[in-house]
């Protein structure tokens, strides 16, 4: 088996994630058109994860939906298997072994989306559980069934041997070179037992897999420590699409998340609904995301700024030039990198303020207008955390262009707001913008 690259821990993961342009129906071709764009034309800026979404296992699978009763392929031992007229590399057992070192030769990691529990259709069959005396029927906890997902059912953890289930089914995904999972229906409500049991099989795997937790609705930092023990990256919000809505709701979630983010592990606030989406999706039909310029920008940046992973939603090939732009800016993707301490530290809407620092001195400042209208204001170096007198650089990195500071010697209304003695920053907002500041200290 081709090696994959080592797993990222330093920073948050980056990749491409099939749900938001195929929902429940990608096929192993357009994993393999976006992979071999990602490697062409992403890599170098540090997205290196192709990650299947869900319902890789079902030919019934159709957009808009799940099937109730779909006859999911699956082993003897009723582990799910990829179905092979989708994904043909996966006929006569092969599973996502072919895939795996069809990506890992591009110099990417191969990700898979599974749910939680174990298949209804297992515990039809009472299939036998690897590893272990027992059947399905022994295992299965169907008072703890997913709520909108009728595949699976979960597992009774209290039944000695239970944990063999998972231990099989990742070790299954061990030998077929899995780099990233994406486990679902474990956070909403908080499934404890469950996420223990998964991050364990994982161990005893032998092979080290980035963990995913979804979905984020409701999450409480009272379980930060947990989460960490046991994850690589969790959601921190449900569903993600192209609204505005959407994306503004998660300044207060990042707020609350960022200042916790780091190797540790990483609050993520969902995939990036950018490009061309929606092809065969669970939401809206096929569009270039809906989003305007300016809100893209404010999604970018306030994902960077606030370190959460970055999985882009929109089919690579087919996107606009512009939305490929947003992912290869290095500027930009440095803070992301190499940030550290961001925070929040002003919101008086329309204007959210964030600020981190980088590894060399840098000083990073975001500025984004959650309002209606064009905002022009002048900020106080010292209300985002900079020195009352500039001697340095600051520039714009979306844009590149320097950003002029002024030393503010008296209240007036061209600084207004500025205390005498702090130098100005000026910048101009579109409406629901953002700029991302970078202040280099002269040496």
């Not at 980056?14 to 992979?35: I, K």
């Not at 650089?393 to 205390?419: C, I, K, N």
Request: aromatic share 8%; glycine share 8%; proline share 8%.
């Amino acid at each position: 088996m081709t090696a994959a690259p080592a797993p990222h821990s330093s920073r948050p993961p980056m990749g491409w994630n099939s749900w938001d342009s195929y929902g429940t129906t990608v096929t192993e071709a357009e994993v393999l058109a976006n992979a071999h764009f990602i490697a062409e034309h992403l890599a170098p800026y540090g997205w290196d994860t192709v990650v299947v979404d869900i319902d890789w296992s079902d030919p019934s699978a159709r957009s808009h939906g799940y099937n109730v009763g779909a006859p999911l392929v699956m082993d003897e031992h009723g582990r799910v298997m990829p179905d092979p007229v989708r994904f043909p590399s996966a006929a006569d057992g092969a599973g996502f072994g072919p895939l795996a070192e069809e990506v890992h030769a591009l110099g990417l990691r191969l990700g898979i989306h599974v749910m939680r529990g174990i298949p209804r259709r297992a515990l039809e069959m009472d299939a036998p559980v690897l590893g272990s005396e027992l059947r399905a029927s022994a295992i299965a906890d169907p008072r703890n069934a997913c709520e909108w997902n009728p595949h699976m059912v979960g597992i009774d953890h209290s039944v000695p041997g239970a944990q063999a289930y998972y231990d099989s089914v990742l070790a299954l995904y061990a030998g077929w070179g899995v780099d990233f999972l994406k486990v679902d229906d474990m956070l909403w409500p908080y499934q404890a037992t469950e996420i223990e049991a998964f991050s364990a099989a994982i161990e005893s795997s032998g092979r080290p897999m980035q963990l995913s937790l979804s979905p984020g609705r409701d999450l409480s930092l009272a379980r930060l420590e947990h989460l960490r023990e046991h994850a690589t990256m969790w959601r921190i919000c449900d569903d993600l699409w192209d609204t505005w809505e959407d994306v503004e709701a998660n300044f207060a979630r990042f707020a609350r998340w960022a200042p916790h983010a780091g190797p540790e592990g990483w609050p993520d606030g969902d995939m990036l609904p950018l490009g061309r989406i929606g092809i065969r999706a669970e939401r809206g039909e096929p569009r270039d995301d809906l989003l305007t310029p300016e809100e893209r920008r404010t999604l970018m940046t306030l994902w960077v700024i606030a370190r959460s992973p970055l999985m882009v939603g929109g089919d690579l090939p087919s996107s606009d030039p512009a939305t490929i732009a947003l992912l290869q800016n290095a500027d930009v993707l440095a803070v992301h990198r190499e940030g550290h301490g961001a925070r929040e530290v002003f919101r008086e809407d329309p204007l959210i303020l964030w600020t981190a620092d980088g590894p060399g001195g840098e000083h990073y400042v975001a500025a984004f207008n959650v309002g209606e209208e064009e905002l022009a204001v002048s900020l106080d170096s010292q209300d985002v955390g900079l020195p009352a007198v500039l001697e340095g650089e600051v520039s714009e990195l979306w844009s590149g262009e320097p950003v002029p500071a002024r030393t503010v010697t008296e209240q007036s209304d061209a600084a207004r707001g500025v205390a005498p003695g702090s130098s100005a920053l000026d910048v101009r907002i579109p409406r629901h913008g953002a700029v991302l500041l970078r202040y280099l200290p002269r040496r």
